[in-house]
């Protein structure tokens, strides 16, 4: 079984832009979540997806928004770009929409904002 | 608001030393238990997890964490480590609102 993917694995834009990332989730996967990955800040929750639905969001501004397709696959947009915004973003599926499942993590996409 | 501690964010250790790296939450419902480990290139992987039952909970390559609710602590440990434990490990909680919270992360480096 193929892991989860995430594209692009890099990014580099610059103050104001926005940015997309895209995550598919392992097969037979339905949920979905986002992080942000920095230094001394550990992983911070973003938000997580099942079935098309947003079940719980983190403390991000409204800059960083998410959707879910029916096909499990989901995308992160970040608006309106910030230097602080230069992290490593990581997606995780899980199979079980129970908060005891076992979430499997993709590489991440690195994005650097100039 | 939910959080987790990882008070030790760098450790080193010899080859054949012990571990322990603390982990503790403030929430005070059910919680569920995790530990995951990032390798050096690798993606993050579960390393065990803890919902219910014997608190004391074994993971993969020899880790085992206890669940002391009164202490509100989720400690990893493992008896002997080895150089390819050099990693960063993360502690995270779930209360069952799908919600992960994750600690800040201690970084082990084991020397040969």
């Known amino acids: 079984k193929a892991g989860v993917t995430q594209t692009p694995r890099y990014l580099i834009k610059t103050r104001g832009q926005q940015v997309t990332l895209s995550c598919s989730p392992i097969?037979?996967?339905?949920?979905v979540s986002w992080y942000q990955q920095t230094p001394g800040q550990g992983l911070q929750f973003l938000f997580e997806?099942?079935?098309?639905?947003?079940?719980n969001k983190g403390n991000f501004p409204g800059r960083f928004s998410g959707r879910q397709f029916s096909n499990s696959r989901s995308e992160m947009n970040v608006s309106t770009l910030e230097l602080g915004d230069s992290a490593l973003y990581l997606c995780a599926s899980s199979s079980d929409p129970q908060s005891t499942d076992t979430q499997y993590f993709g590489p991440g996409t690195r994005l650097t904002v100039l | 608001a939910q959080s987790v501690s990882q008070h030790n964010h760098h450790v080193i250790l010899s080859e054949a030393a012990s571990l322990e790296l603390g982990c503790n939450y403030s929430y005070g419902g059910t919680v569920n238990l995790f530990w995951y480990v990032q390798y050096p290139g690798q993606h993050l992987q579960l390393l065990l997890k803890?919902?219910?039952?014997?608190?004391l909970v074994k993971g993969i390559k020899g880790f085992e964490a206890e669940f002391i609710k009164s202490k509100f602590s989720f400690n990893l440990r493992k008896p002997s480590v080895q150089w390819s434990d050099t990693a960063e490990y993360f502690c995270a909680v779930t209360s069952g609102t799908y919600k992960y919270i994750f600690g800040t992360g201690t970084r082990l480096k084991v020397l040969a």
């Open positions: 997806y099942f079935s098309e639905t947003q079940r």
């Open positions: 803890y919902f219910s039952g014997d608190p």
């Open positions: 097969s037979g996967h339905r949920s």
